[in-house]
């Protein structure tokens, strides 16, 4: 069986790896963005269509970075519970 502790320090891992993912994610959400607005200035078929696909992935990292986001709060709540539970076993 896993120990509190243990199982509080996997908490944190994951809640701190997941808000790099989400960090991750939206920056280069808004690289993908920047791209789609430069690549549409330009008269060229074959640039609108990579504009397009930077645009389609611009919200593909968009919506993991909010996955990332409601998953880091889950986590927070998770590790908060655990903190109350610890508290009221001492007292």
């Known amino acids: 069986m896993i120990e509190t502790n243990d199982m509080k320090q996997v908490l944190h891992y994951l809640h701190a790896e997941i808000v790099r993912i989400e960090t991750m994610s939206g920056t280069l959400s808004s690289v993908e963005r920047e791209h789609y607005q430069k690549l549409t200035n330009f008269e060229q078929k074959e ?33 908060r519970n655990m903190d109350r539970g610890a508290d009221n076993e001492i007292h």
């Open 47 to 79: 640039l609108i269509d990579i504009a397009v696909e930077e645009q389609s992935a611009a919200r593909q990292l968009g919506t993991i970075k909010q996955m990332c986001l409601n998953m880091s709060q889950q986590l927070d709540g998770l590790i």
